[in-house]
């Protein structure tokens, strides 16, 4: 069983930036891919980035990639996402999630989820 919690979300001018954070419980962090997905109201979740576990290869969604930037500390068992030049249509909110074993793209592939944090993004 692995909980996850959220954090670093917020309020913020397009062209700011945030780092979200999320903090898992367990001993066996590392084993996990860890992911973030987005919800802005009225959509569907939405792919936003992954990283394998211990660290392997990460994935950014098109609309994210030169801008978002996904890492993991397994000693501290968290995941970070970096969020710069953010944008209006960045506002969402955002959940990290705990999985593997398929696609790392897809919300299927993650059995653990965080309650989610709100990021929005005036203009």
């Known amino acids: 069983q692995v909980q996850l919690v959220e954090s670093g979300g917020g309020l913020v001018q397009a062209g700011g930036s945030l780092r979200l954070s999320c903090a898992a419980s367990?001993?066996?962090?590392?084993?996990?891919?860890m992911g973030w997905f987005r919800q802005a109201p009225g959509k569907e979740r939405q792919f936003v980035a992954a990283?394998?576990?211990?660290?392997?290869?990460?994935y950014l969604s098109d609309s994210v990639k030169g801008r978002f930037t996904i890492s993991r500390d397994d000693a501290k068992n968290t995941v970070y996402l970096q969020m710069n030049s953010l944008k209006p249509e960045d506002t969402a909110v955002y959940y990290c999630?705990?999985?593997?074993?398929?696609?790392?793209?897809?919300?299927?592939?993650?059995?653990?989820w965080g309650q989610g944090t709100q990021v929005t993004v005036s203009s």
């Open positions: 999630a705990a999985g593997g074993g398929g696609p790392l793209t897809i919300a299927t592939t993650y059995n653990y």
């Open positions: 367990g001993r066996t962090f590392s084993r996990y891919s």
């Open positions: 990283i394998s576990w211990r660290g392997g290869p990460t």
